[in-house]
């Protein structure tokens, strides 16, 4: 299915898939975090795992070393990079309000490889960046995020449901559809998606995604607001101060 295609059709899948397009193989991570053996500066830095399209890393102010900090993946959307996270002062202002690190990595291609040819390379990538963050940051194992945006929650949700060993907590701002390649562990999932959303509409999407995952045994916090395609500045607060608890 093409990436036009599959915005249009917006197909929800929770069973597990085991299609070329959806490997169970290729789609488990195996980065862990551990003791880190380098030291992390604050702030945004690059981590050099592609020289096309990189990820980053960013420390919020009050990092501690000796004080494990909870750590968030943030994938971008469909045509879109990494810069869509980046860029906000809003997401870096908060990061350091509540001492999370941040990981952003871009996707290889267009949008996120399940869309395109299946888990693979963007695995790969997340898997690189992942042992590199928990080799220069302290990362608490129980606070553990995997989130995105549009087609970024759609991989959120796909992969994270597959890798719910190593992430606690799932975050999906507008999601698709859901075609994780397995199941593993039960992570907690937030989602919110705009009622005037004509990209991916909710109908089709979130709330048919949303009784699934709740029918399927995941607790599911969900949220509608009054809005199109994009990811609202209360709603980014408030799926962070849920992911700790606040």
């Not at 992390?40 to 009050?62: E, F, H, M, N, Q």
């Not at 810069?83 to 908060?94: E, I, K, N, P, Q």
């Not at 996120?112 to 928990?134: I, K, Y």
């Not at 994009?230 to 606040?246: C, F, N, S």
């Amino acid at each position: 299915m093409t990436w036009a295609r599959t915005l249009l059709a917006a197909a929800v899948i929770l069973s597990p898939v085991q299609t070329g397009r959806a490997q169970s193989g290729a789609a488990h991570l195996e980065a862990r975090p551990s003791a880190p053996t380098a030291g992390a500066a604050t702030g945004l830095t690059a981590l050099g795992v592609s020289a096309a399209r990189d990820a980053y890393l960013y420390v919020p102010s009050g990092y501690r070393p000796n004080h494990p900090a909870p750590l968030v993946v943030l994938l971008h959307g469909a045509t879109q990079s990494a810069d869509l996270w980046s860029r906000s002062t809003t997401l870096f202002a908060l990061a350091d309000s509540m001492g999370l690190v941040l990981l952003m990595p871009n996707s290889q291609g267009r949008t996120w490889d399940l869309m395109l040819d299946g888990f693979g390379p963007d695995v790969a990538l997340l898997d690189s960046a992942l042992t590199l963050v928990f080799r220069r940051c302290n990362i608490d194992p129980k606070h553990i995020a995997l989130a995105g945006f549009s087609d970024g929650a759609t991989y959120a949700l796909s992969l994270g449901v597959g890798n719910g060993d190593l992430f606690s907590s799932l975050i999906a701002f507008s999601p698709g559809y859901l075609a994780p390649a397995e199941r593993r562990g039960t992570p907690r999932i937030f989602i919110a998606h705009g009622t005037d959303d004509r990209i991916l509409p909710i109908n089709s999407t979130s709330r048919r995604i949303v009784p699934m995952l709740k029918q399927a045994g995941y607790i599911v916090v969900y949220h509608e607001f009054e809005g199109p395609h994009t990811v609202r500045p209360d709603q980014l607060r408030e799926a962070l101060a849920w992911l700790l608890g606040t």
